[in-house]
Structures are given as structure tokens and as C-alpha cells.
Nanobody
Framework: QVQLVESGGGLVQAGGSLRLSCAAS????????MGWFRQAPGKEREFVAA????????IYADSVKGRFTISRDNAKATLFLQMNSLKPEDTAVYYC???????????????WGQGTQVTVSS
């Protein structure tokens, strides 16, 4: 079993930055592909970014590419999402997830955190 706990959410103004963290209970952490998803009120859960087990492969949604950076620290079993140039459209609950492969489909991820709220004001 793997438990994921997100942190770092908050309220920021448009153009600001925020760094999200996801602490995992998995040991070792390295075999898992990790992803970030988000869900705004009334909308479907949306893929944001993912990073492979080796950290050598990453994928991003077009809406965040160039603004967000996903990274991981396998030794500390922690996933990060650095969010820059935030827009009001980025407002959502952000979830981290763990799975066996580098994909953008939510159903391919086996473990999920409880989420952390990110609110971007205009």
C-alpha cells in the first residue's frame, strides 16, 4: 500500500508562483511513475504532468508546459510541482498520483492523495 499526502497549496495572485509537494509512504519510491492532476469545480479531473521512475522522462499538459515543472526526489520519496506564472485558470484542487507507467490517463494510476487547494486570483 502507498499513501500520498499533498501540501503547498494556497492563495496567490496571477503571475505568482507556488510549489506543491507530495510525500509518499512507498519504499522504495523510485519504481513508481508519479503524476499531478487537478480538478476544478464542475469539471473533470485533468492531467497536469507526470514523471517516470528514473526521472528522465516527463510529460506536460499543453496548458501548463513552460510554466510548471515536475520533479522528484527518490531518496526522500517526494514529488514536486513548481508552478510559475500562475493564471486564474489554474485554480483547482491538485492531486498527486502513483502508477506503473508514464501515462496521462487517470485510471492507470493506482494510488491517489487527498489533494491540496490552489487558488489564483486575478
Amino acid at each position: 500500500q502507498v499513501q500520498l499526502v499533498e501540501s503547498g497549496g494556497g492563495l496567490v495572485q496571477a503571475g505568482g508562483s507556488l510549489r506543491l509537494s507530495c510525500a509518499a509512504s512507498a519504499r522504495p519510491f523510485s519504481p513508481y511513475t508519479m503524476g499531478w492532476f487537478r480538478q476544478a469545480p464542475g469539471k473533470e479531473r485533468e492531467f497536469v504532468a507526470a514523471i517516470g521512475w528514473s526521472a528522465g522522462s516527463t510529460i506536460y499538459a499543453d496548458s501548463v508546459k513552460g510554466r510548471f515543472t515536475i520533479s522528484r526526489d527518490n531518496a526522500k520519496a517526494t514529488l514536486f510541482l513548481q508552478m510559475n506564472s500562475l493564471k486564474p485558470e489554474d485554480t483547482a484542487v491538485y492531486y498527486c498520483a502513483a502508477g506503473p507507467s508514464l501515462v496521462v490517463i487517470t485510471t492507470q494510476y493506482n494510488y491517489w492523495g487527498q489533494g491540496t487547494q490552489v487558488t489564483v486570483s486575478s
